[in-house]
């Protein structure tokens, strides 16, 4: 299944989709393995809605490689071991290779000590962070992940114009049978990546999403990346404004705390202020923890559950949009793509097959 209409949509199937990308990763040097696993969190993320986190990626990533910001084939090191806890180094490797052995190890560690705690740095890019709760609620853990980007200042603390965080995103996941709930968001207004999809055309930003220099909001993604032509990979260091953090003061702080638990606990880094050429990482502090462990999963369950109830009986403000819980929206573009196939804008594949033909690849 594949189609281009006439707004400038090309609809792929998701099979057809993840196959394109594995093509184009093992093209560019990742083992047919680790091509794999990237396609399909890419394309997971696609699914679940999040265009930010998907394929969109993909040019970025191949030129990543390229300058050897990210790496093929890597593996994290412990570097601390301390039974419930552990640090590990990610060596700049695929992020979904290896948030996926820090998130297996956090899981391993929780189910021996009914909790674990894993501090990762120097990961590649993550991509998203819902994924890794999703797999720790698919084994009966609540999880707990504070993200940074050391080297990506993006994000204008509450009250200012000049880029200081990253987009420093933040997820729980509650592990509730027939509902597990997925709480997971960039601290900025918008992620990065929806910036990107604005700016091959895809859905246009709220108008207060950026600000200038001059204290402008404006939803312009010029704004971020200065000037671009229709398929050009874009980059942050073109443009002269920031994202907004969201939330306020609120959303700012939490945005500072995960620089700090990610960036610096983790010994990944900060955001900044130095100047990072050569890299840019993911460090990522993530919490496990086990109902059965602590003997409250029958309360935990029986109590969230009519809770979860009384919360979605709430009266919405417009009859036609339900109370939804987190999660919910991820589940229901799920499905529906899955039937449907995956919407890019047709400059977002336009860049993807620029990236495969530069590689010999021709995308079907
Ligand atoms: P978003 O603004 O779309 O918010 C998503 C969250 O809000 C989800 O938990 C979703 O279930 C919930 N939600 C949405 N609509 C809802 C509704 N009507 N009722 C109740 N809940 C609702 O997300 P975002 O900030 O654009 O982030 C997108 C993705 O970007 C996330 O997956 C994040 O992990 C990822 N990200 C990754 C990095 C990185 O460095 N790896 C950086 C930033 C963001």
């Known amino acids: 299944m594949t189609s281009t209409d006439l707004a400038g949509t090309h ?4 099979d057809d989709l993840e196959a394109n990308i594995r093509a184009i990763f093992a093209a560019a ?11 399909r969190e890419l394309v997971g993320a696609n699914l679940a809605g999040h265009d930010s986190h998907g394929v969109v990626r993909v040019p970025k990533y191949v030129d990543w490689m390229r300058q050897g910001f990210v790496r093929a084939g890597q593996r994290a090191d412990v570097v601390t071991d301390g039974g419930a806890f ?3 180094e990610g060596n700049r490797g695929f992020g979904q290779t290896i948030a996926a052995q820090a998130v297996a190890l956090g899981v391993e560690r929780a189910q021996e000590h009914g909790t674990s705690i894993i501090a990762l740095r120097n990961s590649g890019h ?18 707990i992940h504070f993200v ?45 990546g929806k ?18 220099p001059d204290a402008q909001t404006s939803g312009d993604p010029h704004v971020l990346f200065g000037e671009y032509g229709p398929t050009d990979i874009r980059s942050a260091s073109n443009g002269a404004g920031a994202i907004r953090a969201f939330g306020e003061h609120k959303g700012s702080g939490l945005a500072l705390m995960c620089e700090l638990l990610a960036g610096a606990f983790t010994g990944s880094g900060c955001a900044g202020p130095a100047k990072s050429k050569d890299r840019i990482a993911n460090g990522m502090l993530s919490i496990y923890l086990s109902p059965a462990h602590f003997g409250t999963q029958a309360e935990f369950e029986r109590s969230a559950s009519g809770y979860l109830d009384w919360v979605l009986s709430a009266r919405p403000v417009d009859s036609a949009q339900p109370v939804l819980l987190p999660g919910d929206p991820e589940a229901a573009t799920r499905t529906a793509r899955l039937a449907g196939g ?7 594949w336009g860049a993807i097959r620029r990236t495969a033909a530069d590689l010999g690849l021709t995308l079907v």
Request: charge should be negative; proline fraction near 10%; charged fraction near 10%.
């Open 11 to 14: 609809l792929i199937a998701a």
């Open 29 to 39: 040097g990742c083992s047919p393995d680790e091509a794999a696993l990237i396609a």
């Open 86 to 88: 552990a640090v590990l």
């Open 126 to 143: 993550v991509g998203r962070v819902g994924a890794y709760a999703e797999t720790a609620n698919a084994a009966g853990l609540i999880s």
């Open 148 to 192: 940074n980007v050391a080297g990506s200042p993006l994000v204008a603390p509450f009250g200012a114009v000049e880029r200081r965080f990253s987009t420093a995103p933040f997820a729980i996941g509650l592990p509730l049978p027939e509902r597990p709930v997925v709480l997971d968001f960039a601290t900025s207004l918008v992620a990065e």
């Open 195 to 212: 910036v990107q999809v604005a700016s091959y055309g895809g859905r246009p930003l709220p108008a207060d999403a950026l600000i200038g």
């Open 342 to 348: 995956v919407p890019l804008p047709v400059n977002t």
